[in-house]
């Protein structure tokens, strides 16, 4: 089946500084989104990516989606604590076909 | 803003016996779906539901599993005979869908322990 490769699996940073985490794909997602995950809780929509090579700010949230359709990067600049935690990419190919998620990056932020 | 409202929020039980996931979606959407988390893991598609009818399942979603629409609010997962292994963070969802993405908001999910 479909399946993304997120990296990295895990990050500490000191607080302020720019994280980058990404997503990619053996085959092509027509969306691509970044949710965010707190624990005990369910995932939270961040950024929706609709077209190729669209890049899409969310405040401090950066994201584009590939131009290949088989990629997406998130960017998080001046990190603060309450940034930690899980981060996941998913894909949808197309309609209402299900979401895809990856593996996700789960963020420290060191005060 | 409105939310997708799961209930309970935890639930432990007997290997062997039935379990009822409850979750009321956002009430104009017109897409419900399943989705379940293994322990520190990502999350998985189990069922996509549209006008009172299964849409899509994944192989996860095997005999041991239902949904139901019963009312105009609630959608829920049945697990008829629970295994070990169907320990995890169960989410529903719920979109407006269509043809593009309208997004979907998730709930905070049911912990389920199987022991």
């Known amino acids: 089946g479909q399946q993304l490769n997120q990296s990295p699996q895990s990050m500490f940073i000191q607080e302020g500084e720019d994280v980058s985490m990404n997503c990619t794909s053996s085959?092509?997602?027509?969306?691509w989104l970044w949710y965010k995950q707190d624990p005990g809780e369910g995932p939270v929509l961040l950024i929706a990516l609709y077209k190729a090579g669209e890049l899409t700010s969310n405040g401090r949230l950066t994201a584009q989606f590939g131009i290949t359709r088989k990629d997406s990067f998130l960017n998080i600049s001046a990190s603060i604590p309450s940034d930690v935690g899980i981060y996941f990419c998913?894909?949808?190919?197309?309609?209402?076909?299900?979401?895809?998620f990856g593996k996700g990056t789960r963020l420290s932020v060191i005060a | 803003e409105p939310e997708v409202t799961q209930t309970p929020s935890h639930q432990v039980t007997q290997m062997g016996q039935e379990v009822i996931l409850r979750c009321v979606p956002i009430?104009?959407?017109?897409?419900f779906y399943w989705y379940r988390q293994i322990l520190g893991q990502k999350v998985e598609f189990l069922v996509s539901?549209?006008?009172?009818?299964?849409?899509?399942k994944s192989e996860i979603f095997d005999d041991q599993f239902s949904v139901e629409r019963p009312d105009g609010s609630n959608f829920t997962l049945k697990i008829r005979s629970t295994k070990l292994e169907d320990s995890a963070m169960y989410f529903c969802?719920?979109?407006?869908?269509?043809?593009?993405?309208?997004?979907?908001?998730f709930g905070s999910g049911t912990r389920l322990t199987v022991v």
């Open positions: 998913a894909g949808q190919a197309s309609g209402n076909t299900p979401l895809v």
């Open positions: 969802a719920s979109s407006l869908g269509g043809g593009e993405y309208y997004g979907y908001t």
């Open positions: 009430s104009n959407h017109l897409y």
């Open positions: 085959s092509i997602f027509n969306t």
């Open positions: 539901f549209y006008n009172n009818e299964i849409s899509e």
